[in-house]
């Protein structure tokens, strides 16, 4: 059994990461889940939120929008719409957009065709300002 994972992470504009990990956690549309090597082949799906990964003490952070999790052969291939670590995340713009998206919420019901986009925006932001906290932990 590998001692590391392979995990590459892209995103539709470029390869955002590629490095040799010990463990990565996920948000799965069905719940956060953890690779370790030796991981049991897997496709699924991911959702709005954080992915982290170690690399010995060192812990990352990153906030990906919607995508799927391949694993195979301590290979974690990570296909997202977005990804943005912890580092890079403009914190005020985050909060600008949270803003934006809880006005926008106030005035849509649920049955407007805007609600959902409104409602992923929301969230995007809140993953956005939870990860940018987690900088420098």
Known sequence: MAE????????????ALSEEVDEVTAPGTLGEFGILPGHTPLLTTLKIGELSYRRGGEVFHLAVNWGYVEVEDDKVTVLVETAEPADE?????????LGRAEEALRKLSSEDKDFLVMQAALERALIRIQVAGRQGR
Do not use: G, M
């Open 4 to 15: 590391k994972l392979r995990l590459e992470l892209v995103t539709p504009y470029k390869k």
């Open 89 to 97: 995340i403009d914190l005020e713009r985050a909060r600008a957009a």
